[in-house]
């Protein structure tokens, strides 16, 4: 029996997915799994473990870590970190000086319902605001193509070629839970281009591992954003680490709630996501909102 390669995978919450992936689809490789928490607590002695492994493979979202030490590893490759906005355009996180703000579903928020609330709107005129009118003014029908064009670029840098492999992931609907979080054949996917570029015989099948992403927070895919891509939507929003889902009036209530625990002026969306803030902030000041 030839041994198996030892790979070490260090990425984000994509981790388990894409390794566990990497690990079906291949039949010579044995793959450890490390999220950036669990390096960051131990990074140490993960730098003295790379070298017993044939490949180090280090995500984007890992890249640049202080302390990160690659240089005792045989061999290191680079994968990009997933991210696609298109079905989900209002998402945005909320930070209190540096710390990421918990919502009802976790760090995702809507930046409609945050600016809303920032306005001194209350929670009806908030929900009214949800609305095709509001998207359009927002900009947000003309976000997929642009995160389309991001995904791809993003990937190819990498040498990943996804082109083939995206519409095939818009056939089945919304492939994203989140701007961050790929449902699990989008990491399978990718896992199986990865090993084919580096030629590796892969075995696909319709046996795909767990998607442990789906115990994480899920952002609605708005009904009428949806319908523009060809995919369908509901103003439904899961919870962490629960198989509950919440409407859009009850997400907007205790989003509400969440920023009423903080003072005044203290919350500000990521920097990423300033020019929607200034964007929506600007229509919403402008009127009191599309009917």
């Not at 044939?54 to 990009?80: E, H, I, T």
């Not at 030629?199 to 927070?217: E, F, H, M, N, R």
């Not at 903080?262 to 200034?278: E, F, G, N």
Request: proline share 5%; glycine share 8%.
């Amino acid at each position: 029996m030839v041994a198996k390669e030892r790979w070490i995978l260090i990425s984000n919450c994509q981790t388990y997915g894409l390794a566990q992936s990497m690990q079906m689809l291949a039949r010579d490789i044995s793959i450890d799994p490390v999220d950036v928490g669990q390096y960051n607590a131990h990074i140490a002695h993960y730098n003295d473990s790379f070298a017993a492994y044939d490949r180090v493979l280090v995500s984007a979202a890992a890249s640049g870590l202080p302390g990160a030490d690659f240089s005792r590893s045989r061999r290191v490759d680079r994968l990009p970190k997933l991210v696609y906005t298109g079905f989900h355009p209002d998402l945005t996180y909320i930070m209190n000086g540096g710390t990421v703000v918990d919502g009802p579903i976790g760090a995702y928020h809507s930046m409609i319902a945050f600016v809303a609330y920032g306005l001194g709107r209350s929670v009806e005129e908030a929900l009214s605001l949800f609305n095709s009118r509001t998207y359009a003014a927002c900009g947000y029908f003309d976000t997929w193509k642009q995160a389309r064009q991001e995904l791809i670029a993003n990937c190819g840098h990498y040498g990943l070629d996804i082109s083939e492999a995206l519409p095939r992931w818009g056939r089945r609907g919304a492939f994203m839970y989140g701007n961050n979080h790929p449902r699990i054949h989008v990491l399978y996917d990718v896992a199986r281009i990865y090993l084919e570029r580096e030629g590796y015989a892969t075995y696909p099948s319709d046996i795909l591992p767990q998607d442990s992403l789906v115990t994480s927070g899920v952002f609605a895919t708005y009904p009428e954003i949806g319908e523009r891509l060809g995919v369908p939507g509901a103003y439904l929003f899961k919870r962490i680490s629960s198989y509950s889902q919440i409407g859009l009036r009850q997400f907007i209530e205790e989003s509400f709630a969440t920023y009423d625990l903080h003072a005044p002026d203290t919350l500000k969306v990521y920097d990423y996501w300033q020019p929607t803030y200034s964007r929506v902030s600007g229509l919403l000041q402008d009127q009191r909102g599309p009917a």
